[in-house]
């Protein structure tokens, strides 16, 4: 099929996956006469890309056209439809058409269902950053795919440093892949702990010090968060997905409920081993204490979403949630 949507906010793994086509498609000889690359803010730029993937393409290899961060998923006027409906299904296998956007396709869109006929949709999403048994799963796959060995501590002390970004997780696990192979062994979460940046400072510890009612280290983290450039309103997207789950767990052990299998059913946790944990962090609250964290994220967001100034008043409902915890 020569025609290809990739989409998700995970940049890296996104343009990661573009150079893999581009080698695949393109006879390096002939790279400069059939690879174009068009940005979805030049005037026509969806019909400019039809008509160069209409193109045939010169020498040996196909030709491959690029839009790049086009919103056609999301709108896309009658006319350019129309010529969609006119183009893909006569687009010839000697060219591959590749549309790149950040944002998720309207499936409601006569534009996005034209697509999801003639081409293949890849989604590049972020895992969110309370799902760490998936960040684990994630960094564990990588890492073998690196051969790098790693203890069971030494992958979960990684995940936790890396967190979501996959362009980091490449960057460590290279590092760790230059000592692995001159050490040939088995690394240790020691080890991990001196070659892998220190980049714990992350959202999930955030929570950690408030339900600690640890208000000082929740100011000092609020702003380290906010000086590596982390998005208040991911931040805030964390500590709700984390309160909720806490809430649930607390929830359902409340009402008896023993089984590690069913509570994560219920709290929406992919690894039934990671509940065992969670019992752990949230032995020393009750579910009033969680209930009346929600509604204050809940303003935060809010807040943050009207533009209010980010690092004052994550400061200001994160004392207000240690209070809740004193």
Same mark, same amino acid.
């Given at each position: 099929?020569?025609?290809?949507?990739?989409?998700?906010?995970?940049?890296?793994?996104?343009?990661?996956?573009?150079?893999?086509?581009?080698?695949?498609?393109? &006879?390096?000889?002939?790279?400069?006469?059939?690879? &174009?690359?068009?940005?979805?803010?030049?005037?026509?730029?969806?019909?400019?890309?039809?008509?160069?993937?209409?193109?045939?393409?010169?020498?040996?290899?196909?030709?491959?056209?690029?839009?790049?961060?086009?919103?056609?998923?999301?709108?896309?006027?009658?006319?350019?439809?129309?010529?969609?409906?006119? *183009?893909?299904?006569?687009?010839? %296998?000697?060219?591959?058409?590749?549309?790149?956007?950040?944002?998720?396709?309207?499936?409601?869109?006569?534009?996005?269902?034209?697509?999801? /006929?003639?081409?293949?949709?890849?989604?590049?999403?972020?895992?969110?950053?309370?799902?760490?048994?998936?960040?684990? !799963?994630?960094?564990?796959?990588?890492? !073998?795919?690196?051969?790098?060995?790693? *203890?069971?501590?030494?992958?979960?002390?990684?995940?936790?440093?890396?967190?979501?970004? *996959? $362009?980091?997780?490449?960057?460590?696990?290279? /590092?760790?892949?230059?000592?692995?192979?001159?050490?040939?062994? *088995?690394?240790?979460? %020691?080890?991990?702990? +001196?070659?892998?940046?220190?980049?714990?400072?992350?959202?999930? !510890?955030?929570?950690?010090?408030?339900?600690?009612?640890?208000?000082? /280290?929740?100011?000092?983290?609020?702003?380290?968060?906010?000086? $590596?450039?982390?998005?208040?309103?991911?931040?805030?997207?964390?500590?709700?997905?984390?309160?909720?789950?806490?809430?649930?767990?607390?929830?359902?052990?409340?009402?008896?409920?023993?089984?590690? +299998?069913?509570?994560?059913?219920?709290?929406?946790?992919?690894?039934?081993?990671?509940?065992?944990?969670?019992?752990?962090?949230?032995?020393?609250?009750?579910?009033?204490?969680?209930?009346?964290?929600?509604?204050?994220?809940? &303003?935060?967001?809010?807040?943050?979403?009207?533009?209010? %100034?980010?690092?004052?008043?994550?400061?200001?409902?994160?004392?207000?949630?240690?209070?809740?915890?004193?």
């Amino acid at each position: 099929m020569p025609i290809y949507l990739y989409w998700g906010e995970d940049d890296f793994t996104l343009q990661n996956a573009v150079v893999k086509l581009r080698k695949s498609v393109l &006879d390096r000889d002939w790279a400069s006469f059939n690879y &174009d690359k068009i940005s979805a803010d030049q005037p026509d730029a969806i019909l400019q890309a039809l008509n160069q993937a209409m193109t045939p393409p010169f020498g040996m290899g196909q030709r491959l056209v690029w839009l790049v961060d086009t919103n056609i998923g999301q709108h896309c006027p009658e006319q350019v439809l129309a010529e969609l409906e006119r *183009t893909l299904p006569f687009l010839p %296998e000697t060219s591959v058409l590749l549309l790149t956007s950040r944002s998720k396709p309207d499936e409601r869109l006569k534009a996005t269902k034209l697509l999801k /006929k003639y081409a293949q949709i890849c989604e590049f999403a972020l895992i969110p950053p309370w799902k760490t048994d998936q960040i684990i !799963q994630r960094v564990q796959q990588a890492a !073998q795919e690196a051969g790098v060995k790693l *203890t069971s501590e030494a992958m979960q002390l990684l995940a936790q440093s890396v967190g979501n970004d *996959t $362009r980091l997780l490449k960057s460590e696990l290279d /590092k760790l892949q230059l000592y692995s192979w001159s050490h040939r062994q *088995t690394l240790e979460v %020691e080890t991990v702990a +001196k070659l892998v940046t220190a980049n714990t400072q992350n959202s999930l !510890q955030l929570a950690g010090a408030i339900i600690q009612g640890d208000a000082a /280290k929740a100011l000092v983290l609020v702003a380290d968060l906010i000086n $590596r450039n982390e998005p208040a309103l991911r931040i805030v997207a964390t500590l709700i997905g984390q309160f909720r789950t806490w809430l649930w767990v607390k929830l359902m052990t409340q009402e008896g409920v023993r089984d590690e +299998k069913e509570i994560a059913k219920a709290a929406e946790v992919a690894n039934p081993k990671r509940i065992y944990f969670l019992l752990q962090e949230t032995r020393s609250l009750d579910v009033e204490q969680l209930s009346e964290s929600l509604p204050i994220l809940l &303003d935060l967001e809010v807040s943050l979403k009207q533009g209010a %100034e980010p690092i004052a008043t994550l400061q200001t409902k994160a004392i207000e949630l240690c209070l809740l915890y004193k």
